[in-house]
């Protein structure tokens, strides 16, 4: 029987890009898709092959391997707040519209030193060649999670569990426990299949596409997949280990919650 998590474990890795040479890796790919699959950054910026912007200096990176080949297929960053906490701002409040400005400050309430943002999620073109996967950046198709791979069928689902268990593994190296994000209105609902649910604003921006601006506490996007996914909660979290910070970043936020 085809399992998500079973297929990820026997054909990727999880790498933390914890040396300049696998941070390198990191923005080579995240050069080649935005610049070069996607063209939603103009190549011609970037030198080296090496797509990097003014945030990466307080990010902390990871890398999805495919074992077999020796391939990196995606990566994705994770934006730490400025250690002045009051110059903590963060890639998406640079396209924030007035309009919904006023939103995002009622529902991002938490300190800003307790959030991060989930930025540069992408896989790969080589592992998106199914149908209607190839035009997105994240990979992940309407039968996300549903279905067994195939041949020439590349395994774009599990390699976005991958890259979720990630975020959570660099939130509780981190000690962040609440995340923003930009995403496409597919990914928020594809998501919520498995039971990862983003709150999100209602107004849509343009960045890449139409995106929303999503906003959640870390503790409870895990327990909402243990209620729904317990399995996928397991893996993600590895049965508990990466929970402990999300818990206690909750109980400060019930403690001093403000609006930014």
Request: glycine share 4%; net charge neutral; hydrophobic share 35%.
């Amino acid at each position: 029987m085809y399992n998500i998590i079973d297929h990820f474990e026997r054909y990727f890795k999880i790498v933390s890009a914890n040396t300049p040479e696998l941070v390198q890796e990191c923005h080579k790919l995240r050069y080649q898709v935005f610049c070069v699959e996607n063209h939603y950054l103009t190549d011609n910026e970037y030198e080296d092959f090496a797509e990097i912007d003014e945030f990466d200096h307080r990010s902390t990176h990871k890398l999805i391997l495919h074992k077999e080949s020796g391939l990196y297929a995606a990566t994705v960053r994770l934006v730490l707040p400025h250690p002045q906490v009051e110059l903590s701002t963060y890639p998406i409040e640079s396209h924030l519209t007035a309009s919904c400005r006023q939103e995002y400050d009622r529902l991002m309430t938490a300190p800003r030193k307790q959030v991060a943002e989930i930025s540069r999620l992408l896989i790969s073109k080589h592992f998106r060649q199914r149908i209607g996967e190839d035009k997105i950046v994240h990979g992940i198709n309407n039968d996300f999670g549903m279905l067994a791979p195939k041949p020439k069928r590349q395994f774009t689902a599990e390699i976005s569990i991958g890259l979720f268990k990630a975020i959570v593994q660099m939130s509780a190296e981190q000690n962040m426990g609440y995340w923003l994000a930009l995403m496409e209105p597919q990914l928020i609902r594809l998501l919520a299949r498995i039971g990862i649910h983003f709150n999100h604003l209602s107004e849509s921006i343009k960045y890449c596409g139409k995106r929303h601006v999503c906003f959640e506490n870390a503790a409870e996007v895990l327990r909402g997949i243990q209620r729904q996914r317990p399995d996928i909660w397991t893996f993600i979290t590895e049965n508990g280990r990466y929970t402990l910070q999300q818990k206690n970043a909750e109980r400060h936020h019930r403690q001093a919650s403000y609006s930014l």
